[in-house]
């Protein structure tokens, strides 16, 4: 006989609270991404300062992607609940630093610190959904969190690209809405779990497919947040508020990916919806690198934000089907290491190929390698099924 956890009937506003907790994970980077570009002139005379501002939105990944396997089992002591409460508390004050620090390797420091509440919160917010879902119920969710997350980030994106075009520092200002959201945790969030006896099958411990998966798809599309501002503010001179649109409008259509994933899981298994996500993507870099005015960004920048949602879902709902009830918090704290592993090596992989080919011809380069790969693994995956 085997245990599991009885789902736990939770009310709306217990959904909507885990809802705005997820939001707060996107929240973590794209408030500030408009501000990147804006950087290199208020500290043009620090050496090497474009890739040091890019380290500015990939700084917490960094700390997320260490500490994420320590913070599971800080997680497992004090509590889901309370965890989140502090991790609440530490994410505002330190988020919002941005608004007096004065040097920018004190920035970076604030940014490396955010990670540690960011980690904390997506350990819970993911770890609660698999308590409070199965199967289907737990895909449609998936669906409306990636979504609702996707959507909180067009706030943030279009807000902080206003924001910076009236100085760089406000953008920062966003991350005091943290504050707000420790109000509804402490109030709605439930994290007691009830055990009955069942027999249950045998669930896979080898979770580490699914974990260099979701790395390697964190290293591509986190090419949209981190390369993007650069080739629309630089190479077509946008403002702020365009450059934060059209990243918006990206983030609209990664809701639409995640929404779609509930439907593609009713025919077929995570494996092929990753490489159509992946697919989709890859189309929508060398459209990006084919871009001759501007105002075409709105068209080609939503086909990677649709691919890129559609993956998310897909790797996270593939390690939650996995993972052994009794070991979620730590099976969600290395999913949450391999994607912001992802997101912080992303500038440094790729940093090379944007130098020798430019930030423009970059995203054709790596959308026809991403082709060619996937052809392969098709091809692949076609002879041995003859076989």
Known sequence: ???RVLMIKIT??????LLLMSMMTMMSNVAIVTSLPLLSHVFKDVQHIEFLSRLMITLPSLAIAFLSPFLGHVVNKFGK???AIVALVFFSIVGSAGLYLEGIYELLASRFLLGIAIAVLMIVSTSLVGDYFRDEARHK???LQSAFMALGGVVFLVGGGILSDMNWR????IYLVGFLIIIFVAKFLIQKNTLVPEEIEELSHNL?????????LMVIFYTLPTQMPFLIVNVFHASGAL?????AMAFIFNALGAISFAKLKKRFDFKIIYMIGMSIVAVGFILIGLVQNVYMFFLTSPIVGFGGGMLMTTVTAWMLSRAHHTKRVKSSSYLTSSLFLGQFSSPIIFHPLVSYFGVKHFFIVVGVLLIGVLLVLFLYRQFVNKL
């Open 12 to 17: 709306n506003a217990t959904k909507f609270t």
């Open 208 to 216: 580490m497919p699914i974990y260099i998966l979701a790395f390697l």
């Open 170 to 173: 406000y953008p920062f200002g």
């Open 141 to 143: 969710f998936m669906g």
């Open 1 to 3: 006989m085997r245990q």
């Open 81 to 83: 609940k309370n965890s």
């Open 243 to 247: 450059t934060g649109e059209i990243i």
